[in-house]
C-alpha cells in the first residue's frame, strides 16, 4: 500500500506541515476519503428520494443501490444471504436491537467482560433488570487481555447470550472469537460480536466463526456517522420480535393488529439514511479496496514504532499486553496523577496531534481500576511514521514538563 | 484565581469575537462555583492551562516546566495585574465621563476615548518663549474684575465664565453648548472675548458698540458672529449686514467701531483677561474648576449640577431661557 497515495484520498490530510493535523483518534472516528464523500454527496445531487415506498424511477434508484449496499456488506462480512444485513444507525442501535428482540427470561445469563464500552454494557444491565435474568462478567487477566479461563468457568447452560466486544477500544486487544464462539454454542448459548472497534481494522467472516450476531457503525470505518450494521442470523432474525416499529416493517396493518415483513424489513423502521448508507457502501468497497492484510501491517508497524519508543518513558503505563501485535492499532496510556486531557489538550496545541483521552466509555473498567483515565493514540492506515514520530516527540516533552 | 482573571479578560475579548464567548461563559461558570465553595466542573482552568502550556511547551520546555510548576502563584499574579489595570481602565473611563480626559482634568497624556485629544486642544495666545510657561493649576479669576464683562441670565446663582474668541475654532465648537447650557441649568453666563487672532479685531470692537448700545443684541450678535464664517469676521460688509440684521444703525454703529477709544477699551478688557493666567482659548471657569480646551457637553454639567446632573432634568435643553 501506497500510503502518501491513500492520504490524498482523504481531503483533511490534503495539509501537510504546520498546517496539517495529525490524526489519531481512529477509534473514536475515522476520516472520511473523497468516494465517500462524493458517494453521499451524489445521492443528494442525483436521486435524493426514498427507497421501498415509491414506484418513480429515482425512488428505484435508490432502492436499487441500497440493495446494492446490503449485498456488498453481507460480502463484506461474508454472510449467508443479504436479508442478515440490518442497516442501524450505529452500533449502539444494533446492540439495543438485539437485547430488545431476544426473548430473555429471568433464569438466564448475560454475560460480558469487564471492559466492554458502554454500549455493550448498559443494554444488557437494563434487559436484566427488565427481565429478572443475571449478567456475568468475565474477568480479564492481568495484561487485560481475555481470560478463557474465566470464560469457560462461567459458561455454564444457564447462559442465553454472550456479548463481547471483538476488539477493545480501550486498549485494542482481540478476543479469541472463533473459540469463544464455539464454547458458547457447545453450551446452547447465542454470542453477540461489538465489532465497532474490529470491523474497521480486521476481516469478520461470520460463517467461519459462526456467530450469530455482529453489530458496528460505519463512522469507524470510512463511512458516514450515524450508520451501522447489525449482522444476524437468519433464522433468529426471524424468530426475534421487531425492536422499532412503523412505516417500512410491515406488509400490512388494521386497527387490530399488523402482518410483519420478513427480517430485514421489520427492524428497520422509519426512513433511514438513505445517503448515509450508499456513503457506507463506498467505504465498504474502499476498505475491499485498500485490503486487510495492508491496513493491519500498517497499523502494527506504527504500533510497533510507538511502543518501541515509549517503551523506556518512566512514567507512562501502557494499557494492555506489552507486544503491540495484540493491541491492533491502539497505544492507550497514562501518567500517574496527570489529567489526560491535559495531555490531549497539549498535544493538539503543540502539533496539531489529536487523539482521544477519558474513559472512552469503558468506565466500568476505569473505576474498578481506580484510573482516572487514559491517553488513547489510535492509528489507522492512513498514518505514517512521520506522524507516529511528531506524537512520540511531543509526548516526550509533556513528559518532562509535566 | 485563573478563572476570575480570564473572565475578566475573555469577557472583554468576547465582545469582540464569539469563540471568547463560549470560554467567557465556562470562565464565568468557574467563579460562580468557586465563590460558592464548589468546584469547577467546566475543567475550565485545566483547559487553559493545558492550552497555554502546549504553546509554551513549543517555545521552552524550561519555561513550560516554570509554568507548570508555579500556575496557581503565576495566576495570582496575573489576577492582581488584570484587577489593577481593571481599576486603572475603571478610573480612566470614569476621568473621561467627568473631566474629558482618561487621565484627570486638562491632562494631555493619550486616551483612548479620545484619542487624538481632541478635549484638550487649545488655541494658543502667543506666550513666547517663557522660563515657566502657566498650566492649568495657574489659572484663576482672582483679582479679575468681571463685572466690566456682559453676563447673561445674570440672576442665575452659578457662573460659567468664557474666554474665547470669535475666530477660534475651539471657542466655536463650544460657544453655543455653553450658552445653551448656562440658559438650561439656570447659571450666569459670561464670555470674555480675547482675540487671539488678529482677524478678529473688528468683531471684537463691533461686539463692544453693540453692548455698549443694547445687551441683548449684544448677545444675539455673539450667536451670529459665532455662526458666520472665520473668514467674514474681519470684513466691514459683514459687520455692516449684522448691524442691519440687529436692527442698528451701522452709520452710527460704523463710528463706534472706528473709534480708538472703543479699541482702547477692547485693550483694557484684554488685560483684565490676561490676568487669569490663561495661555489659551478656550478656557471656562465654574465654580473651582477651570477647563482648558472643548470639553463635552456633560463635563460641564457634572461641574455645575454634579455627577448625576441628569437627575435634576434639563435633558440637554436646547431652549435659549435669558
Given amino acids: ?402 | 484565581m485563573f478563572c476570575i482573571a480570564a473572565l475578566l479578560i475573555l469577557s472583554v475579548l468576547g465582545i469582540f469575537s464569539a469563540r471568547y464567548r463560549s470560554l467567557a461563559k465556562d470562565a464565568l461558570d468557574c467563579v460562580l462555583r468557586r465563590v460558592t465553595l464548589r468546584p469547577c466542573i467546566t475543567g475550565f482552568d485545566e483547559k487553559m492551562k493545558s492550552r497555554i502550556l502546549g504553546r509554551v511547551i513549543n517555545r521552552s520546555e524550561r519555561a513550560a516546566r516554570f509554568l507548570n510548576r508555579n500556575f496557581e502563584l503565576l495566576a495570582w499574579v496575573f489576577f492582581i495585574l488584570v484587577l489593577g489595570s481593571t481599576v486603572y481602565a475603571a478610573r480612566g473611563l470614569y476621568l473621561f465621563y467627568v473631566t474629558g480626559s482618561c487621565n484627570g482634568l486638562n491632562q494631555e497624556s493619550f486616551c483612548v476615548f479620545d484619542p487624538k485629544g481632541e478635549n484638550n486642544e487649545v488655541t494658543d495666545i502667543s506666550q513666547g518663549c517663557k522660563e515657566n510657561p502657566p498650566t492649568a493649576a495657574d489659572l484663576t479669576l482672582k483679582g479679575v474684575d468681571l463685572s466690566r464683562f456682559p453676563v447673561c441670565n445674570p440672576a442665575g446663582k452659578k457662573e460659567i465664565v468664557l474666554i474665547g474668541c470669535y475666530g477660534c475654532s475651539y471657542t466655536r465648537k463650544i460657544y453655543a453648548p455653553l450658552k445653551e447650557l448656562a440658559a438650561a441649568r439656570g447659571a450666569r453666563f459670561r464670555f470674555l472675548d480675547y482675540p487671539v487672532k488678529v482677524s478678529t479685531t473688528l468683531s471684537a470692537r463691533l461686539a463692544e458698540c453693540v453692548y455698549r448700545r443694547d445687551e441683548a443684541r449684544y448677545w444675539q450678535l455673539n450667536d451670529i458672529l459665532f455662526a458666520a464664517a472665520p473668514e467674514q469676521l474681519d470684513d466691514p460688509e459683514f459687520a455692516g449686514k449684522a448691524a442691519m440684521q440687529l436692527g442698528l444703525d451701522w452709520g452710527d454703529l460704523g463710528g463706534c467701531v472706528e473709534d480708538p477709544a472703543v479699541q482702547a477699551l477692547v485693550d483694557r478688557r484684554m488685560d483684565e483677561i490676561a490676568k487669569t493666567r490663561f495661555y489659551g482659548t478656550p478656557t471656562v471657569f465654574i465654580g473651582n474648576q477651570v477647563f482648558v480646551g472643548p470639553k463635552p457637553r456633560r463635563v460641564y454639567a457634572i461641574a455645575l449640577d454634579g455627577l448625576f446632573y441628569w437627575l435634576k432634568g434639563d435633558g440637554g435643553s436646547r431652549s435659549e431661557g435669558r
Fill in chain 1, 1 to 402: 500500500m501506497d500510503v502518501e497515495a491513500v492520504r490524498r484520498d482523504f481531503p483533511i490530510l490534503e495539509k501537510n506541515g504546520a498546517d496539517g493535523v495529525i490524526y489519531l483518534d481512529n477509534a473514536c472516528q475515522s476520516l472520511r476519503p473523497r468516494a465517500v464523500i462524493d458517494a453521499i454527496n451524489g445521492y443528494y445531487l442525483t436521486t435524493s428520494a426514498c427507497s421501498g415506498r415509491s414506484m418513480h424511477r429515482l425512488a428505484e434508484e435508490v432502492s436499487r443501490q441500497l440493495d446494492q449496499t446490503r449485498a456488498a456488506v453481507a460480502s463484506f462480512l461474508n454472510a449467508s444471504r443479504k436479508e442478515e444485513i440490518i442497516f442501524t444507525r450505529n452500533t449502539t442501535e444494533g446492540i439495543n436491537l438485539v437485547a430488545h428482540a431476544l426473548d430473555v427470561g429471568e433464569k438466564d445469563v448475560i454475560l460480558v467482560s469487564d471492559k466492554e464500552h458502554n454500549s455493550n454494557l448498559l443494554p444488557w444491565q437494563l434487559l436484566t433488570q427488565r427481565t429478572g435474568a443475571a449478567l456475568g462478567i468475565v474477568s480479564s487477566l492481568d495484561d487485560n487481555s481475555f481470560d478463557l479461563a474465566a470464560f469457560e468457568k462461567l459458561l455454564d447452560d444457564r447462559v442465553k447470550l454472550v456479548c463481547l466486544g471483538y476488539t477493545s477500544n480501550l486498549d485494542g486487544v482481540s478476543i479469541p472469537a472463533r473459540e469463544i464462539v464455539k464454547m458458547t454454542h457447545d453450551h446452547g448459548a447465542l454470542v453477540l460480536f461489538d465489532a465497532a472497534q474490529a470491523a474497521p481494522h480486521r476481516r469478520i467472516e461470520v460463517k467461519a466463526l459462526d456467530v450469530d450476531f455482529v453489530a458496528f457503525s460505519g463512522h469507524k470505518m470510512l463511512g458516514p456517522s450515524g450508520t451501522g450494521i447489525l449482522f444476524g442470523k437468519y433464522p433468529l432474525l426471524e424468530q426475534m420480535r421487531p425492536f422499532m416499529v412503523g412505516g417500512g416493517t410491515v406488509s400490512s396493518s388494521t386497527y387490530e393488529g399488523c402482518e410483519f415483513l420478513p427480517p430485514p424489513e421489520k427492524f428497520e423502521a422509519g426512513l433511514h439514511d438513505y445517503g448515509g448508507i450508499i456513503g457506507l457502501g463506498a467505504a465498504v468497497a474502499y476498505l475491499q479496496r485498500i485490503g486487510f492484510d495492508a491496513i493491519e501491517r500498517q497499523e502494527l508497524l506504527l504500533n510497533r514504532y510507538l511502543t518501541e519508543a515509549l517503551r523506556e518513558s518512566p512514567r507512562i503505563r501502557l494499557i494492555g499486553p506489552a507486544a503491540p501485535e495484540l493491541r491492533g492499532g491502539i497505544f492507550s496510556f497514562h501518567l500517574p496523577g496527570i489529567d489526560p486531557h491535559r495531555i490531549a489538550l497539549m498535544l493538539d496545541q503543540m502539533a496539531k496531534v489529536m487523539v482521544r483521552s477519558g474513559q472512552h466509555c469503558v468506565h466500568s473498567w476505569f473505576n474498578k481500576h481506580s484510573i482516572a483515565g487514559s491517553v488513547r493514540a489510535s492509528a489507522y492506515f492512513y498514518n505514517t511514521i512521520e506522524e507516529a514520530e511528531v506524537f512520540v516527540r511531543c509526548l516526550r516533552k509533556i513528559e518532562k514538563v509535566l
